[in-house]
C-alpha cells in the first residue's frame, strides 16, 4: 500500500492519458491526488484494525465512561 502512495504522484507522467490502435482506443481519466488520497485512507484504516486486534486494550473507547470505584486499604493494626 505504501509503495502505491509514494508512486501515485509520478503516474501521470507513467501512463498514457490517451491510447489508441488500429482496433481500439482508450483514454484514461484518474486523478491521480484524489487516488493517493484514497491510499492513504485505506492504509490508514488497515493500520487501525491491526492496532485494535493485537492491543485491545490500548486504545481508549469509543464511549466516554468512568466506574465508580472505593479504595482498598490494607491496615495493619
Known amino acids: ?3 502505491c502512495i509514494l ?3 509520478s503516474m501521470a ?3 498514457p492519458k ?3 490502435g488500429p482496433h481500439a482506443s ?3 481519466w484518474i486523478d491521480w491526488s484524489k487516488k493517493k488520497a484514497e491510499f ?3 492504509r ?5 484494525k491491526i492496532i485494535e486486534l493485537e492491543f485491545p486494550d ?3 473507547s469509543s464511549i466516554p465512561h468512568f466506574t465508580v470505584t472505593f479504595p482498598s486499604r490494607k491496615w495493619l493494626i
Open 1 to 3: 500500500m505504501e509503495c
Open 7 to 9: 508512486l501515485s504522484p
Open 13 to 15: 507522467a507513467r501512463l
Open 18 to 20: 490517451k491510447e489508441s
Open 26 to 28: 482508450h483514454e484514461l
Open 40 to 42: 492513504q485512507e485505506e
Open 44 to 48: 490508514d484504516n488497515y493500520i487501525g
Open 58 to 60: 490500548a486504545l481508549p
